[in-house]
């Protein structure tokens, strides 16, 4: 498997990205204190009617096979696989504990570039810390796949939230890993970038943020020149990455994201699927 890899320099050869040069960087802090529990917390807003309850959160099994399989993080994966997804895990943290964003969004520029794959294995790779738990929320309502990943069937899915009022108590799952829970989405919604720009995400968005204070949220998007999905929900997450896939990411489609994104706190980018060996090895 190829490496996923953040770094902050873009080289450009036939206007193909194949390593980086000139770009955003992470900068290094060390991550602050987050205990949390993901299996029997509730959200906590006394004044609230519309609690979410964990212990209610439905459970699907989390096997060794996702590896193979999907090449989710499992336990069984290379070394030098953990080991990419930890630093990146780590300068993520770090930015995100400095300037005190807790929502983060995964975009690229065209379709394909691993954004759900890197937004799943980067959850797990947080998860794995004790100090952190993220939710993990499926946003791509055209082309949802997070389930896959994990390979169960949603019951209920964010589009029920958005078309029949379900509870997102209903919808949430957890993946048999502590400290992480996901929220799918069942099926595809048409006009889907009206959904997500409707006041009904932005409820949304305000009580995961607000009443989870301990958890990150993670937000899986569809490509951001693809549709205007991502911008239409953006407003309401407090940070973006973008996800490059080495060799077929442009850096014309890089310009043209970068712009997209200018007031939307972009704060790094991943060049995915990346066949350069890494020179700090050790
Ligand atoms: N680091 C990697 N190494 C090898 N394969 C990868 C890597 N990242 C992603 N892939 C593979 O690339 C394919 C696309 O990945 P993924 O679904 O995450 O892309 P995406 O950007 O979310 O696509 P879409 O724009 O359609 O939502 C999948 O088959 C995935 O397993
Ligand atoms: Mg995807």
Redesign the pocket.
């Known amino acids: 498997?190829?490496?996923?890899v953040s770094k902050p320099n873009l080289k450009r050869g036939n206007d193909r990205l194949s390593a980086v040069d000139k770009f955003p960087e992470l900068p290094l802090v060390m991550p602050t204190q987050i205990t949390d529990d993901a299996s029997s917390e509730s959200m906590q807003t006394p004044n609230s009617s519309r609690d979410i309850h964990y212990r209610t959160t439905r459970k699907s099994p989390f096997l060794p096979s996702l590896f193979n399989r999907?090449?989710v993080l499992t336990g069984a994966e290379p070394d030098h696989v953990t080991t990419a997804y930890n630093m990146l895990r780590t300068r993520l943290l770090q930015t995100l504990n400095d300037a005190h964003y807790r929502s983060l969004a995964f975009l690229?520029p065209?379709?394909?570039?691993?954004?759900?794959?890197?937004?799943?294995n980067l959850s797990i790779s947080l998860s794995r810390e004790v100090n952190h738990t993220v939710l993990l929320v499926d946003a791509?309502l055209k082309?949802p796949?997070i389930h896959r990943y994990f390979d169960f069937t949603p019951e209920a899915g964010l589009d029920d939230y958005l078309t029949n009022d379900e509870e997102i108590e209903n919808i949430l799952v957890n993946p048999s890993i502590p400290g992480l829970v996901l929220l799918p989405i069942r099926r595809s919604l048409p006009n889907s970038s009206e959904f997500l720009s409707s006041p009904r995400m932005t409820v949304l968005s305000d009580e995961l943020k607000n009443r989870y204070h301990s958890r990150i949220i993670i937000y899986?998007f569809?490509?951001l020149l693809?549709c205007d999905d991502a911008l239409a929900f953006l407003p309401n997450i407090d940070a973006c990455v973008l996800?490059l896939e080495e060799g077929k990411s442009t850096e014309s489609e890089l310009k043209e994201s970068v712009k997209l994104l200018r007031h939307h706190n972009l704060i790094g980018t991943i060049v995915?699927?990346?066949k350069t060996p890494s020179s700090r090895a050790y």
């Not at 065209?110 to 799943?120: D, H, P, R, W």
């Open positions: 498997m190829a490496n996923v999907f090449r690229s065209t379709a394909n570039a691993g954004k759900t794959l890197t937004a799943v791509d082309h796949t899986d569809p490509p693809a996800v995915n699927k990346s």
